[in-house]
């Protein structure tokens, strides 16, 4: 009998989808193996390849009980296929076919569309650990190291998973697509990344932090929206990742808490008031919060693009075929068709930015977004409880959505922090206060030295309030491999 909770080790690829009676799967995922670990051991240095790290692998899809804490050399993680466990007569949440049963085989109508969510998706989730392969040998702790591992190795899980439905679902072509999830690469010239914000660098830590606040939530508001699709095996893949989805988040805020942290204890010990007097705090080597600030403008914005344009036929293509909901779609209490709902919109008229009614239908990406700008707020205000707690006269602020734009409705102007929409001569003359500088960069650069002691941490960062699994504030995270 087929154990969907507890994961079976009986084949080479963990899994809880009984991978070793459905050979041709089996065999698929077992060739495409190699060429992962191969993309692996390029990326991330051989030192760290070599060194024990204290990380939790999932062991069952039970939420009471998933994870189990171990030292594991990385390239001897178990990456596993998980589903969450199949709901009873799940039903399609939204759209035309809202209430039939939820599929449980590719509907041959929509395939093109799902296979495209899947592979974007997909993409996103090596990318991410492409930006971030050059942290390992900065990082502030032992601590941070292992998050920064651990977040990692459950990105390459994620991209597991996708590879996992494209095999099964999808024949020759999602083999293709698989393979090609490992020859493109973030900021190739060549073959990049799909999305924006996966070519841009991860240069420091700062920006570790504030890409695993705003676009690995950017993840888990997409994930949410897959979560709810009516193709039941993408519904269940993405109700798992959510779960390790969680602490990617907490890394984010409280690394950036920690940050803001110590930055307002450095400047009370040295008896600074005033957060602009960027020089004196620099010297204390610590980062000065109008810079915090910059790193939040550049992460939130580059996230933001992230949902596409604001009034999107994809997005209501996806919804109407009950490919994707939205955000807590089984919560929402309307007909989930959207036959005649209207929903508001920012739009640019002339040198002003109005709100317009469109149907709702249309609107799909732009009100997850909303939803997405509501989620991160709630941290952005949580960090500014750590600086007013310092008594620091200082405020961190998400900037207007127009601002620093790409994609959607506010990439045809250049609107200012605070909404205004500017000339774009004056917009670039002060891009270098609103956004990280050259000098920015290199003074957080100058910051980026290792820490490998344990239970020390780099002068620029606060310890954290609790250790993982409950270990001692001198835990050693990792054991580093001396070559
Ligand atoms: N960059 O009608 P639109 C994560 C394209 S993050 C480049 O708005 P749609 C993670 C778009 O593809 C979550 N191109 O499109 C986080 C379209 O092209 P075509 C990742 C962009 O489909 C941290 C055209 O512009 N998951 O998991 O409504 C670490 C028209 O746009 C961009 C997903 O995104 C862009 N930013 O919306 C690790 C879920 N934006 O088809 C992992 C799956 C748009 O006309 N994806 N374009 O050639 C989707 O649901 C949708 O594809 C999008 C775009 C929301 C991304
Ligand atoms: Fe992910
Ligand atoms: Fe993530």
């Given at each position: 009998m087929l154990d969907l909770i507890n994961v079976s080790y009986d084949t080479q690829i963990p899994n809880n989808v009984g991978l070793s009676s459905d050979k041709r799967v089996l065999k698929a995922l077992e060739k495409w193996h190699p060429g992962y670990i191969n993309w692996w051991n390029d990326l991330i240095p051989d030192r760290f390849q070599q060194s024990l790290v204290y990380l939790r692998t999932?062991?069952?899809?039970?939420?009471k009980g998933w994870a189990k804490f171990d030292y594991v050399k990385m390239p001897e993680y178990r990456w596993g296929v998980l589903l969450a466990p199949q709901v009873e007569?799940?039903?399609?949440?939204?759209?035309?076919?809202?209430?039939?049963p939820a599929w449980q085989e590719v509907p041959g109508e929509y395939r093109n569309m799902l296979k495209r969510l899947i592979v974007i998706q997909g993409d996103t989730e090596p990318a991410s650990v492409e930006q971030q392969r050059f942290l390992g040998s900065t990082a502030p702790s032992l601590y941070d190291l292992r998050n920064l591992f651990q977040v990692n190795v459950e990105e390459g899980r994620h991209l597991w998973a996708m590879v996992y439905l494209l095999h099964k679902y999808f024949g020759a072509d999602g083999r293709e697509e698989a393979d090609d999830l490992l020859r493109r690469s973030s900021g190739s010239d060549e073959a990049p990344r799909m999305?924006?914000?996966?070519?841009?660098?991860?240069?420091d830590w700062l920006s570790f932090f504030m890409f695993t606040y705003f676009t690995d939530r950017d993840g888990k508001m997409q994930l949410e929206s897959l979560a709810q699709s009516g193709f039941d095996p993408l519904s269940r893949t993405c109700r798992f990742m959510l779960t390790e989805e969680a602490h990617h988040m907490f890394v984010g805020e409280t690394g950036v808490g920690r940050v803001v942290e110590r930055t307002c204890q450095a400047m009370k010990e040295a008896g600074i008031?005033?957060?602009?007097?960027i020089d004196r705090i620099r010297a204390l080597g610590v980062i000065d919060l109008p810079t915090i600030q910059k790193k939040l403008n550049l992460h939130y914005t580059l996230s933001l693009?992230?949902?596409?344009?604001?009034?999107?036929t994809n997005a209501a293509n996806a919804f109407n075929s009950g490919i994707k909901g939205r955000y807590m779609e089984n919560r929402?209490?309307?007909?989930?068709?959207?036959?005649?709902a209207t929903y508001q919109v920012r739009n640019i008229k002339g040198d002003q930015i109005v709100m317009e009614d469109v149907p709702a239908l249309t609107a799909i990406n732009m009100r997850l977004r909303d939803d997405y700008v509501r989620d991160a707020a709630g941290g952005v205000g949580r960090w500014n409880k750590i600086i007013e707690k310092a008594g620091v006269q200082f405020e961190l602020k998400l900037p207007h959505?127009?601002?620093?734009?790409?994609?959607?409705?506010?990439?045809t102007v250049s609107v200012d922090p605070e909404g205004k929409i500017i000339p774009k001569e004056e917009w670039q003359a002060k891009a270098k206060d609103w956004l990280p500088n050259k000098a920015d960069g290199d003074f957080i650069q100058s910051l980026m030295v290792p820490v490998t002691e344990p239970g020390k941490f780099a002068g620029w960062i606060a310890a954290p309030k609790v250790g993982i699994d409950?270990?001692?504030?001198?835990?050693?995270y990792v054991k580093l491999h001396m070559a």
């Open positions: 999932a062991v069952s899809v039970d939420p007569d799940r039903r399609i949440p939204c759209g035309e076919h809202a209430g039939q999305l924006g914000a996966f070519n841009e660098e991860t240069p008031d005033d957060p602009y007097d693009d992230l949902f596409g344009q604001e009034v999107s929402i209490d309307d007909d989930h068709r959207l036959s005649d959505e127009g601002f620093h734009r790409q994609i959607g409705i506010f990439s409950n270990k001692p504030g001198d835990f050693e």
